[in-house]
């Protein structure tokens, strides 16, 4: 199967947002998303907000206003899904909705938890997952979430995989078609936001795997401002090490530290996944620019 299409700008402290074209998803709207995607923010139908620190949020006026528009004429405003903690959110939402009642006042907002989901269509969901860059709210609510895509599917019955065709002919003109099949999932995508490393088990079975990588190393120093503030990060061991563990098939690095060259990110992600002998097809979104097709720009395993 191939990966979603995703354009992708991530520079952190900066501007952070990720358009899955293919499930017209956006992850997070940080400054200038509307710019950049130009024409394209028409394909935006759901923003997924990972958490509310200003670079991955200050984008959205401008794209819900723009997009908010067209949005209302075809009858389908934008859904926005948050988690439920956010009060800087909740306050935007507010302010959005009597900026401009005809655009920004259309959006649909939902507060989430884990585990939540929001069905897309087409037997696809968006599901919202833990995640721990920023602790919850007193009463247990989450201030950062991460999300999945998944999709629904009928499958035979595990019991009966390997029967003959006759077999499973029989079974279902004498059963019917319920009774030899089942419903399951497949996660196709796993976007994690801002996050120290996500748990390889709540990673099981995601084929397409987009991680925070902000530091290329474990530098106690960075690190431990970034802590000191109340923000974790991962870096690019831990990020390696569960993307391995949880069998991914492609894993694409985003929200990387302007601290680090582009040659310094790709010499250092090359030489850790031969390290670490990496099974996944590896991709870097660099910092500063916009990635067109994030799984497309394979950085390991190198061609040649
Ligand atoms: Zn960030
Ligand atoms: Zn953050």
Redesign the pocket.
């Known amino acids: 199967m191939e990966p979603p299409r995703l354009i992708a700008f991530s520079t952190p402290l900066v501007s952070t947002w990720v358009l899955d074209e293919t499930h017209r998803v956006l992850f997070d709207a940080g400054d200038g998303v509307a710019a950049l995607l130009d024409g394209k923010v028409h394909r935006v139908q759901y923003v997924a907000l990972t958490?509310s620190?200003r670079d991955?949020i200050a984008g959205l006026p401008q794209l819900l206003n723009l997009r908010g528009g067209v949005a209302s004429l075809q009858g389908f405003p934008v859904e926005v899904v948050h988690p439920e903690g956010c009060n800087a959110v909740a306050a935007f939402g507010r302010f959005l909705a009597q900026f401009d009642q005809s655009t920004t006042g259309q959006t649909r907002w939902h507060g989430m938890r884990h585990d939540d989901r929001l069905d897309l269509g087409d037997n696809r969901f968006l599901r919202a997952c833990e995640t721990r860059?920023v602790p919850g709210t007193a009463d247990g609510r989450p201030r950062c979430l991460g999300y999945q895509i998944g999709r629904v599917v009928t499958r035979l019955r595990p019991e009966l995989r390997g029967l003959p065709q006759e077999e499973l002919d029989r079974l279902r003109t004498e059963r019917g078609r319920a009774a030899i099949t089942c419903v399951e999932e497949d996660v196709l995508l796993t976007v994690s936001g801002?996050t120290l490393p996500l748990h390889p088990e709540a990673l099981a079975g995601t084929r397409f795997l987009l991680h925070e990588c902000t530091f290329l190393d474990e530098d106690a120093e960075q690190r431990a401002e970034a802590r000191a503030r109340g923000?974790e990060h991962s870096c690019l061991s831990e990020v390696l090490e569960v993307a391995q563990a949880a069998g991914v098939e492609r894993l694409a690095l985003y929200h990387i530290s302007r601290r680090y060259t582009d040659e310094q990110i790709l010499r250092t992600v090359r030489a850790a996944c031969a390290r670490r002998e990496i099974r996944a097809r590896v991709s870097v979104v660099l910092p500063g620019r916009v990635c067109y097709d994030v799984f497309a720009q394979v950085v390991w395993p190198m061609k040649g």
């Open positions: 958490h620190h991955h860059h801002d923000h």
